[in-house]
């Protein structure tokens, strides 16, 4: 995969994250700031309480950056 399809890939799995978590953001993480992977650190800490669809987007972004 060349580094610009890697990018819109991982530009493409942010989007979902930020649309399929943000439920879970405000339940389980809502003192958290974004900045700095916060927020997905607070989301994996807490991987056993998210809807599936949260947790299939964080799992897709972990092998977009992992195959960078």
Known sequence: MSNFAQESALDAEIQALKTYC???IERLCPNVEPGGGQ???CL????????????QALQELKKIKQSM
């Open 22 to 24: 943000k439920p879970d």
């Open 44 to 55: 994996m800490a807490q991987k056993e309480e998210l809807r599936v669809g949260c947790a």
């Open 39 to 41: 927020i997905k650190e």
